[in-house]
């Protein structure tokens, strides 16, 4: 079965980054679209320490164990679509989930593109500036992996819980988003892209200084 998974970098479990990851698998599960959510928002999520121990080892792990970021590397890799939320927190995305993008991203990169061909999109909760930079940050995330974005990401607009409902345009695109990621999915399920052949790993990333 096709599957999506949704990450919610809020530490507001039923915020408003909630009512619109909630909105867009929505209409995934109407075209039988499997769909899981991940919380790491609030939680305890080490940033990335540059050790570059994923290029060596190359098991499509982190070397840093103790948090969720390995489980949400494991299930990224066996979904067909990906799908992030974050509020903004001081014009970017919340520290778990920057610590995510980096890390995750850095494994990906360590395995040859673990994430290649699958498809993605952002949701983003806002109260006023700092939207598009958040939006940003996953996104650059999907296009460094050569994932493809479907459409433009969501931006919904409200501070207080709940208030994101009230932004009859912002639901209205995350509805939109939704019905379009379950398109391409259902014809990539159909019609699948040729497999890739994992690339080798930039050795510049892990060669020491003479």
């Known amino acids: 079965m096709v599957k999506v998974l949704a990450i919610n ?3 507001r479990k039923d915020g408003n980054t909630a009512v619109l990851i909630r909105t867009i698998l929505k209409e995934l599960e109407k075209e039988g679209i499997e769909t899981e959510t ?5 939680k305890n999520i080490h940033g990335c320490m540059a050790c570059m121990k994923c290029f060596e080892n190359c098991d499509k792990k982190c070397v840093i164990d103790d948090d969720i970021v390995n489980t949400c590397i494991k299930k990224m890799s066996k979904a067909d679509g990906i799908l992030f939320g974050s509020p903004v927190y001081f014009l970017d995305v919340t520290s778990e989930m920057k610590a995510l993008i980096d890390r995750a991203g850095f494994v990906s990169f360590a395995n040859g593109l673990l994430f290649r061909n699958k498809i993605g999109n952002a949701a983003v909760a806002v109260r006023r500036a700092g939207a598009s930079r958040t939006a940003d940050s996953m996104l650059h995330f999907f296009l460094g992996n050569e994932m493809i974005v479907a459409g433009l990401p969501v931006i919904g607009i409200g501070r207080d819980i ?8 912002g639901m209205g695109r995350a509805k939109n988003l939704g019905q379009t990621m379950a398109m391409i999915l259902n014809h990539l399920d159909c019609h699948p892209l040729p497999a890739h052949t994992p690339a080798k790993a930039d050795e510049r990333m892990t060669r020491k200084k003479k």
């Open 9 to 11: 970098g809020s530490p």
């Open 38 to 42: 991940i919380q790491i928002g609030g």
């Open 162 to 169: 709940g208030d994101v409902e009230k932004d009859e345009e």
